[in-house]
C-alpha cells in the first residue's frame, strides 16, 4: 500500500460516464482530478484528487464540492 494524499470520489450515479463528471468539476466548479480507469479496473468509476497543494486551495476545493 502506498501513503498518497489522494481523494477518490466514487462517479455519481445520474451522471453518465466519467468523463461527463470530470469535466462538469472542471467546467462548472473549477476542480480538476483524474479519471480513476487510468489507473486501472479498481479505478473505474471513481475519479482521483490529490491533496498536493496548500491546505487553504484543498479545503476550497472540498468546499466547492460540497455545493455539487
Given at each position: 500500500?502506498?501513503n498518497?494524499?489522494?481523494i477518490?470520489?466514487?462517479?455519481?450515479?445520474?451522471?453518465?460516464?466519467?468523463?461527463?463528471?470530470?469535466?462538469?468539476?472542471?467546467?462548472?466548479?473549477?476542480?480538476?482530478g483524474?479519471?480513476g480507469?487510468?489507473?486501472?479496473s479498481?479505478?473505474?468509476?471513481?475519479?482521483?484528487?490529490?491533496?498536493?497543494?496548500?491546505?487553504?486551495?484543498?479545503?476550497?476545493?472540498?468546499?466547492?464540492?460540497?455545493?455539487f
Open positions: 500500500m502506498i498518497a494524499p489522494d477518490w470520489l466514487k462517479t455519481p450515479e445520474d451522471i453518465p460516464s466519467r468523463w461527463d463528471f470530470f469535466d462538469k468539476l472542471l467546467r462548472k466548479h473549477h476542480i480538476i483524474t479519471p480507469a487510468g489507473f486501472g479498481y479505478g473505474e468509476g471513481y475519479l482521483r484528487l490529490t491533496s498536493f497543494n496548500s491546505r487553504e486551495n484543498t479545503i476550497e476545493a472540498c468546499e466547492r464540492l460540497k455545493k
